[in-house]
């Protein structure tokens, strides 16, 4: 099994989702029509997924329920839909890890994807075989090599180069475009990996690489795509941003334009440059118009699409901007409510009683799997379903749920449970590394694989307090959310920013000690230097630092021993270990845990 890093996110964010089967298309004869739908962020998520309510279950997700969505929209428009992934395939599930993303490969060729862009998580099984982690002699690419050669489709990323000789890498197939034909319209495609790749995947596999700049390589890859005769160029890139509102497409105040990657590329372009794009990373919904440019981007897990439609005029072949329209974030329902007509089961738990489960619909069509894509998995997931149900012998009395902005009973009897089993002082947890609640009931090993699906090493630091406050400014100042800790109370500035951490104690209020040293246990994706902790780790001699290669399991197996040798009770810890000041509101913080978990 693989490390993993990608999240639940949410249904009701701020932006409105669009029920399924909504949303009238406009026609015109006189034009050329261009469907393009967009994924993003699957994370492994090609299976169905099942909610139990009262009245029957709300079943959504999944690559077969796709099939049927994408039927209607063919139908519709049999020569000009283009099918993309911004991203993040891989790296989130039993079925993927185990499969080092094989088995989403093979449902995307099923899918008849015309391209995909590279995200950071697919760099995250490293070498082909059970270490996540290169180690000296072993191929850091390995596992995605392999599914390069497998995928039906290109995987692109135009910004990718060799660190040392700032050439392409010779396994990556040519410069990270391609042109395609739909419709009789020339439709050129651009790959982007987020230049925060370093960061967020495991640092050590991506140390010979080097990911430019957005806006500059989608400028010269739109120059030479529309120089080989494209008639549109579209931009599949896996990097976000976050809108307050997506109600309104022509409305970008309730967005990060200012600090978020998707908009700073856009904003960074001529005119015209690009004539759609598809996004991702972020996790959230992006709706919006930037430069008259659409700009898609859908929830993740497998359970959101999105769609561009283009109109050109069939002499200049030119997109007719006026014509253009969004609709994202469209939920993939096998079943849906019928009052809602939707299958957000996180808005639907709160009136558990009223939802009423009937046939999902879409454009007037009936929703069914495609049962040749679902029999076509069906062996995948067989393999690993014995391992999924493998019953732990224990049970959860109430749900332990995470928060990505803020200390959370889960976050914190995690960190609980991690410091105990190795006897730290000290715990720390990313809280992008907690991808699901635990939730209430018998507890398996496929609900704790949801929770923690990365197969991150425990690794464990000797620092001193001076080193340590240094990595908890480090930590809290990276703008990768509030991490998880125990054996600390610690404070915080509101608002996210390098400054972020004002100060640490330990329990009690005992402050921290100059010169003492402090034994620190965390994931080693942070002690490689993922979430913003490598400059300061390059400071702590190596000799201090133990990246657990030598220990027996990873992080989610030693914590299930540890459990299954203690019998804790999984009840919520007492909170109190985030303390917040400067009060007030903040326009990079939701405070709910549903933002993005990259």
């Known amino acids: 099994m693989k490390r993993l890093l990608a999240v639940w996110v949410v249904l009701g964010l701020a932006c409105a989702t669009?029920?399924?089967?909504?949303?009238?298309?406009?026609?015109?004869?006189?034009?050329?029509?261009?469907?393009?739908?967009?994924?993003?962020?699957?994370?492994?998520?090609?299976?169905?997924?099942?909610?139990?309510?009262?009245?029957?279950?709300?079943?959504?997700?999944?690559?077969?329920?796709?099939?049927?969505?994408?039927?209607?929209?063919?139908?519709?428009?049999?020569?000009?839909?283009?099918?993309?992934?911004?991203?993040?395939?891989?790296?989130?599930?039993l079925l993927s890890n185990i499969s080092e993303g094989s088995a989403v490969i093979d449902a995307f060729n099923l899918l008849r994807y015309d391209a995909a862009a590279i995200g950071n998580h697919e760099f995250d099984y490293g070498p082909i075989g059970p270490v996540s982690a290169a180690q000296p002699g072993m191929d850091p690419f390995g596992a995605l090599k392999a599914r390069i050669a497998q995928?039906?489709?290109?995987?692109?990323?135009?910004?990718?180069?060799?660190?040392?000789?700032?050439?392409?890498?010779?396994?990556?197939?040519?410069?990270?475009?391609?042109?395609?034909e739909k419709a009789g319209i020339r439709i050129g495609i651009i790959g982007l990996t987020?230049?925060?790749?370093?960061?967020?995947?495991?640092?050590?596999?991506?140390?010979?690489?080097?990911?430019?700049?957005?806006?500059?390589?989608?400028?010269?890859?739109?120059?030479?795509?529309?120089?080989?005769?494209?008639?549109v160029v579209v931009a599949v890139v896996h990097a976000g941003g976050k809108c307050g509102d997506c109600t309104k497409p022509h409305d970008v105040s309730s967005c990060d334009v200012d600090s978020s990657e998707i908009f700073g590329m856009i904003r960074g372009l001529p005119y015209g440059t690009l004539d759609a794009v598809v996004a991702g990373h972020t996790h959230t919904q992006l709706n919006h118009f930037v430069n008259d440019t659409p700009v898609l981007q859908s929830f993740a897990l497998g359970r959101y699409f999105g769609v561009i439609e283009l109109y050109?005029?069939?002499?200049?072949?030119?997109?007719?901007?006026?014509?253009?329209?969004?609709?994202s974030a469209i939920p993939i329902c096998e079943t849906m409510d019928e009052t809602t007509r939707g299958c957000d089961v996180r808005s639907l738990r709160e009136r558990p009683d009223t939802v009423r489960p009937v046939a999902a619909t879409f454009h007037g069509k009936t929703v069914a799997q495609d049962q040749t894509i679902a029999q076509a998995l069906l062996p995948a997931e067989q393999k690993v379903a014995e391992v999924q149900n493998t019953d732990l012998g224990l049970a959860v009395p109430d749900t332990l749920g995470r928060n990505y902005e803020n200390e959370s009973a889960l976050g914190s009897f995690l960190a609980d449970s991690l410091r105990a089993a190795v006897n730290a002082d000290i715990a720390l947890l990313n809280p992008g590394g907690l991808r699901a609640d635990l939730k209430r009931g018998p507890?398996?090993?496929?609900?704790?694989?949801?929770?923690?699906?990365?197969?991150?090493?425990?690794?464990?630091?000797?620092?001193?307090?001076?080193?340590?406050?240094?990595?908890?400014?480090?930590?809290?100042?990276?703008?990768?959310?509030?991490?998880?800790?125990?054996?600390?109370?610690?404070?915080?500035?509101?608002?996210?920013?390098?400054?972020?951490?004002?100060?640490?104690?330990?329990?009690?209020?005992?402050?921290?000690?100059?010169?003492?040293?402090?034994?620190?246990?965390?994931?080693?994706?942070?002690?490689?230097?993922?979430?913003?902790?490598?400059?300061?780790?390059?400071?702590?001699?190596?000799?201090?630092?133990?990246?657990?290669?030598?220990?027996d399991g990873n992080l989610r197996d030693e914590l299930v021993a540890y459990w299954k040798r203690t019998k804790p009770s999984f009840a919520a810890p007492q909170g109190g270990r985030v303390i917040f000041t400067d009060e007030g509101p903040c326009g990079d913080s939701r405070g709910d845990g549903t933002t993005r978990i990259p």
């Open 18 to 93: 669009t029920p399924a089967g909504e949303g009238s298309k406009p026609k015109d004869a006189d034009l050329v029509r261009l469907t393009i739908v967009g994924t993003n962020d699957v994370h492994g998520w090609i299976m169905p997924q099942t909610e139990q309510f009262p009245a029957g279950p709300i079943r959504y997700g999944g690559v077969a329920t796709l099939a049927s969505y994408l039927k209607v929209l063919r139908d519709e428009n049999p020569t000009g839909l283009v099918l993309l992934d911004a991203g993040d395939m891989f790296q989130g599930t």
């Open 443 to 551: 507890l398996n090993y496929g609900a704790v694989y949801e929770v923690l699906p990365f197969d991150n090493a425990v690794a464990t630091l000797k620092v001193n307090g001076d080193e340590l406050n240094r990595l908890l400014t480090a930590a809290f100042g990276s703008k990768k959310g509030v991490f998880q800790v125990s054996g600390l109370e610690v404070t915080l500035k509101r608002c996210p920013s390098p400054s972020r951490f004002v100060r640490a104690a330990l329990p009690g209020g005992k402050p921290l000690e100059a010169q003492k040293l402090y034994s620190v246990v965390m994931p080693d994706f942070l002690a490689r230097g993922g979430d913003g902790l490598g400059p300061v780790l390059a400071t702590i001699p190596p000799v201090q630092v133990d990246l657990g290669e030598n220990r």
């Open 194 to 231: 987020t230049p925060q790749t370093p960061s967020t995947t495991l640092p050590i596999n991506v140390s010979t690489l080097k990911f430019a700049q957005l806006a500059p390589e989608a400028l010269t890859s739109a120059k030479r795509l529309r120089e080989n005769g494209a008639d």
């Open 151 to 180: 995928a039906k489709f290109p995987m692109l990323s135009t910004n990718t180069y060799e660190a040392r000789t700032g050439l392409r890498p010779s396994w990556l197939p040519g410069d990270g475009t391609l042109i395609i």
């Open 312 to 327: 050109l005029d069939p002499q200049s072949r030119h997109v007719v901007t006026s014509k253009t329209t969004i609709d």
